[in-house]
């Protein structure tokens, strides 16, 4: 199971809109509405930010928010904010054997 | 507030057995609406699944992996384990443990995660 493909980095101004994708195939994120979404900063462990594609955990601002369209899913930040700078991971299932693959990482930042 | 805390060697020689345990406090690791897993992530490198667990003893684990991890729990303890045997300088990572919800494969709650290196 190859790992999903997201963009190295992306960047914004404070208050911009950034999008960061997520590609894989109809095997994985194409085939399950089971993407999540994952931000980590230096040193610190990953953050559930968006589950089920689209669902916002309870504390996690209303700024984040999923979407997906075929074998793409997206997390788009809007109102960027300082804090935002980190990486971001993709995960989807992909079946029974296995559940969690993971993204390339994108790396946010706020210029 | 769940909390999931690591700990093991932080240094492991190659060929030998890496052996790390998930402490769980603020919940029951015998809840059956949640798995239990382990990640880890190379220096610089993005996350990987290595394999989950369920308290009825239920596993699954990543198939590059398969041949040398097993899991385990400790219900008594509200502790699970990870063995990773025959390591390399490859497998030099931040290892996390994790609650993994049964019904939509996400990770809820992470641990704060513990840097093992295999290095002789």
């Known amino acids: 199971q190859s790992a999903l493909t997201q963009p190295r980095s992306v960047s914004g101004s404070p208050g911009q809109s950034v999008t960061i994708s997520c590609t894989g195939t109809s095997s994985d994120v194409g085939g399950f509405n089971y993407v999540s979404w994952y931000q980590q900063h230096p040193g610190k462990a990953p953050k559930l930010m968006i589950s089920d594609v689209s669902e916002r955990p309870s504390g996690v601002p209303d700024r984040f928010s999923g979407s997906k369209s075929g074998n793409t899913a997206s997390l788009t930040i809007s109102g960027l904010q300082a804090e935002d700078e980190a990486d971001y991971y993709c995960c989807s299932y992909a079946g029974t054997y296995t559940p969690y693959v993971f993204g390339t990482g994108t790396k946010v930042t706020v210029l | 507030q769940l909390q999931l805390q690591e700990s093991g060697p932080g240094l492991v020689k190659p060929s030998e057995t890496l052996s790390l345990t998930c402490t769980v406090s603020?919940?029951?690791?015998?809840?059956?609406?949640?798995?239990w897993g382990w990640f880890r992530q190379p220096p610089g490198k993005g996350l990987e699944w290595i394999g989950s667990?369920?308290?009825?003893?239920?596993?699954s684990y990543n198939s590059s992996l398969k041949s040398r991890v097993t899991l385990s729990i400790d219900t008594s303890k509200n502790q699970f384990s990870l063995k990773l045997t025959s390591v390399t300088a490859a497998d030099t990572a931040v290892f996390y443990c994790?609650?993994?919800?049964?019904?939509?494969?996400?990770?809820?709650?992470w641990g704060l995660g513990t840097l093992v290196t295999v290095s002789s």
């Open positions: 994790a609650r993994l919800p049964v019904s939509n494969y996400k990770v809820d709650y």
């Open positions: 667990i369920h308290y009825s003893g239920i596993t």
């Open positions: 603020g919940g029951s690791i015998s809840n059956s609406i949640y798995y």
